[in-house]
C-alpha cells in the first residue's frame, strides 16, 4: 500500500461544478496535511494546509480532513478552466529517524468551459 | 518577499559532463529539499538538509548525485557522469521547521535537465 493515494485521473468537471479531490494516507501518526497545485510544465504550488480534524476553506477551496477515517480531501467551488491542474496531496508522516512529507502522485483535473 | 530561486533555469549537458544545479531558499527557511521529477510522473524526493546537515538522502538514486549546503543558505546538487534517464526538472523546496504550521513547502521554479 502506498503511503499517499490519489485517483491519477483525469477527473473532469463542468465549468461552474464543484470538483472533489480525495486523497488516503497510510500512517495514523500523520499530523500535517498540504495542497498543491500544479500547472502542466510549472513547480508546484501550496494550496491549502490543514492540521485539525474538519473542515478549512481558503476562498473557493475547501480542505476536509477526517483522521479517523485517514483521508483529506480538497473541494473547489465554482471551477474554472484556469483551475485545471494536477493536484498533490502530501502528508508529513512517521520515517526512519523522524518525520517526513510525502507526496501522493497527483490527480488531474480538467474544468471544461 | 523573494521566494525560492534555482539555477540554471534550464541545462542541455552531454552524457558523461557533470552538471551542478543551484538552489536560493527562502530567508530563514531552515529545512531545503530536492526533488526530481521526470515527464508526466510525481515528485521523487531526493535529499534533504536540515541547517546544513543531511539527516535523509534515502532518495539519492546512485552515487553520481550528492548535494551540499552551506549554512542555512544556498545548496548545490552535483550530478556526476550525468546518463540520459537524468533527464528531469529538478526542483528545490524550503519549509520552516520546528513550530506549528511551519512544515509548509514552497517550491522554486526548477531546473530542466536534458542530457544528450
Known amino acids: 500500500q502506498k503511503e499517499v493515494e490519489q485517483n491519477s485521473g483525469p477527473l473532469s468537471v463542468p465549468e461552474g461544478a464543484i470538483a472533489s479531490l480525495n486523497c488516503t494516507y497510510s500512517?495514523?501518526?500523520?499530523?500535517?496535511f498540504f495542497w498543491y497545485r500544479q500547472y502542466s510544465g510549472k513547480s508546484p504550488e501550496l494550496i491549502m494546509s490543514?492540521?485539525?480534524?474538519g473542515d478549512k476553506e481558503d476562498g473557493r477551496f475547501t480542505a476536509q480532513l477526517n483522521k479517523a477515517s485517514q483521508y483529506v480531501s480538497l473541494l473547489i467551488r465554482d471551477s474554472q478552466p484556469s483551475d485545471s491542474a494536477t493536484y498533490l496531496c502530501?502528508?508529513?508522516?512517521?520515517?526512519?529517524?523522524?518525520?517526513?512529507?510525502?507526496f501522493g502522485a497527483g490527480t488531474r483535473l480538467f474544468v471544461k468551459a | 518577499g523573494a521566494g525560492v530561486s534555482q539555477s540554471p533555469s534550464n541545462k542541455v549537458t552531454e552524457k558523461g559532463k557533470d552538471v551542478e544545479l543551484r538552489c536560493d531558499p527562502i530567508?530563514?527557511?531552515?529545512?531545503l529539499y530536492w526533488y526530481r521529477q521526470r515527464l508526466g510522473q510525481g515528485l521523487e524526493f531526493l535529499i534533504y538538509?536540515?541547517?546544513?546537515?543531511?539527516?535523509?538522502k534515502s532518495g539519492l538514486p546512485s552515487d553520481r548525485f550528492s548535494a551540499e549546503r552551506t549554512g542555512e543558505s544556498v545548496s548545490t546538487l552535483t550530478i556526476q557522469r550525468t546518463q540520459q534517464e537524468d533527464s528531469a526538472v529538478y526542483l528545490c523546496?524550503?519549509?520552516?521547521?520546528?513550530?506549528?504550521?511551519?512544515?509548509?513547502?514552497?517550491f522554486g521554479p526548477g531546473t530542466r535537465l536534458t542530457v544528450t
Open positions: 523546496a524550503s519549509s520552516l521547521l520546528g513550530t506549528s504550521g511551519s512544515y509548509e513547502q514552497y
Open positions: 500512517d495514523r501518526v500523520s499530523q500535517s
Open positions: 490543514i492540521y485539525s480534524n
Open positions: 502530501a502528508v508529513r508522516a512517521r520515517n526512519t529517524g523522524g518525520f517526513k512529507t510525502i
Open positions: 530567508s530563514g527557511h531552515t529545512a
Open positions: 538538509f536540515q541547517g546544513n546537515s543531511a539527516p535523509d
